[in-house]
């Protein structure tokens, strides 16, 4: 039995050894020390890589090791120390500007000076509220060259603030710009960098707090220059009858980068879609239909930022026809003879026929008028009505400035068959009708939403030659199709 006790005793002793060696071994690891304060008010910042009963030795944040003698110590802190003053509001109306060095669950122990041994501790109890002296909330917007930052102040009164900012492959911020208020705007930065940025609140005795959050941003890509075009070739057409088209441009530009590619666009439905992509300043466009045929050419840069589209085109001989509803309002001395005028208006046109945006075509129309009653040309006789069947040729240019709108400025030259009827006072009707000469010029509206079918609207004025001329303004409204 007693031999028994003995052989546990010694495992128990054994034991006891064991941990106390272990914990012992554990006590020289490093141990995390964000600060160590020393008696002479000094901050040493590092990390403790051994603690021994009489010293402990610091690798600071340098990377340099040094010892310090526990008899300089005055603490160790295991937790973040914010360097910057503190703004502590206390509950009989005062307030502080101090460092606040310690706290436990009843008390704050702070430093006017960071670096003075000089200590004071303050119940929380009679403490209101502490808030930190820095801006906060620091966030910035970019563009190619810029970046607006703006930033939630202190609460404390402040005199101004200090941004300082570097690019982030560089090793120390730029001087210090100033700023009266929460927001300021960088300039003339490079495009496509990347910024560190910083804010700090100087207060009214000209001291600095510790800086805001940092923010890092990086500037906007600047687009390439668009492609400028040189030329459409148009091919004969093949054995299958359809026609290509060959587009080239010049090299494009980039003021921050370089040219990966071009993207090529072909207006189909009313709408741009990119039909492929080039790495050289040419393309060919495939069986072209009649019409215009619209296209566009854009930039990539390395970046993969995409410049304006240039567009081009060239035009395949195509047909068109117009049915209209027309309004004819007389002017000056026709006035005079009739009171309005309304009727049809049918338009036949072949576009590109020569060149893009050549549009010859031929007008037929007829109009009926109502005679404004009155005694006329002293023959004691009223006008009863009056009506005009003009046959023109019209030669216009058309252009898009917007997608699926086309305008097309014209002018036009013919003949009309121009009648008027009268009555006399006894009701008799008496007709005089000629062959005169008929001229007018305004401009087309198209909007073609649809493959074949578009909108149609015409503004024009039109005059009758005859010893006093005739002239008149008419608004169509129609229809037409593209065949």
């Known amino acids: 039995m007693r031999g028994t006790m003995l052989r546990s005793r010694q495992r128990v002793s054994f034991f006891l050894i064991f941990t106390i060696v272990l914990f012992a071994a554990a006590g020289t690891g490093d141990l995390r020390a964000e600060n160590v304060f020393l008696k002479d008010g000094s901050i040493i910042n590092g990390t403790i890589v051994t603690d021994e009963a009489a010293s402990i030795t610091v690798k600071k944040n340098d990377g340099a090791l040094e010892t310090i003698n526990r008899d300089r110590i005055l603490r160790i802190l295991y937790t973040n120390l914010k360097m910057g003053k503190i703004h502590i509001q206390m509950r009989d109306g005062n307030n502080l500007e101090a460092y606040i060095v310690d706290e436990d669950q009843n008390t704050y ?7 003075s041994p000089e200590e004071q501790t303050i119940e929380r109890t009679e403490v209101l509220f502490v808030s930190e002296r820095n801006p906060s909330g620091l966030k910035g917007t970019a563009d190619t060259t810029t970046v607006e930052l703006s930033w939630y102040p202190p609460y404390n009164p402040v005199k101004h603030y200090l941004v300082y900012y570097r690019e982030k492959s560089e090793e120390a911020f730029r001087p210090s710009l100033q700023s009266r208020g929460k927001s300021l705007t960088l300039k003339n930065l490079m ?6 940025i910083k804010v700090t609140a100087v207060d009214h005795s000209d001291d600095e707090s510790t800086p805001s959050n940092i923010l890092t941003v990086t500037t906007k890509n600047i687009l390439p220059e668009k492609p400028e075009m040189i030329d459409v070739v148009k091919s004969d057409p093949g054995g299958d009858g359809k026609i290509a088209a060959t587009l080239r441009w010049r090299p494009a530009a980039d003021p921050d980068g ?14 741009y879609q990119k039909i492929a992509d080039v790495n050289e300043t040419t393309y060919t466009v495939m069986d072209l239909k009649p019409g215009r045929n619209t296209f566009g050419v854009s930039a990539v840069d390395d970046r993969d930022g995409e410049s304006d589209i240039t567009r081009t085109g060239t035009g395949i001989l195509q047909f068109t026809a117009v049915v209209t509803g027309t309004y004819v309002q007389p002017v000056g001395r026709m006035s005079d003879l009739f009171k309005m005028g309304y009727g049809v208006t049918a338009v036949f046109t072949a576009e590109n026929l020569f060149f893009v945006g050549f549009e010859p075509g031929i007008e037929a129309a007829y109009y009926r008028f109502t005679g404004a009653p009155q005694n006329v040309d002293g023959a004691d006789r009223d006008i009863k009505e009056g009506r005009m069947a003009p046959i023109l040729l019209r030669l216009g ?18 003949v009309s068959y121009n009648s008027i009827t009268y009555t006399n006072h006894l009701l ?11 001229f007018s ?31 008149s303004l008419a608004l169509s409204l129609g229809a037409g199709i593209k065949f």
């Open 258 to 271: 370089s040219i990966k590619g071009y993207r090529i666009f072909r207006k189909l439905e009313g709408k």
């Open 441 to 471: 010029a305004g401009v087309t509206v198209r909007y073609s939403p649809w493959v074949k079918w578009y909108l149609y609207g015409d503004c024009r004025a039109a005059a009758i030659v005859e010893n006093s001329p005739l002239y």
């Open 109 to 115: 122990t702070i430093r006017k000076e960071l670096t």
């Open 397 to 414: 240019y058309g252009f898009e400035p917007f997608t699926g709108f086309s305008l097309s400025p014209y002018v036009a030259g013919g």
């Open 191 to 196: 495009s496509n960098t990347a910024y560190v």
């Open 428 to 438: 008799l009707k008496t007709m005089n009708s000629a062959f005169e000469p008929a």
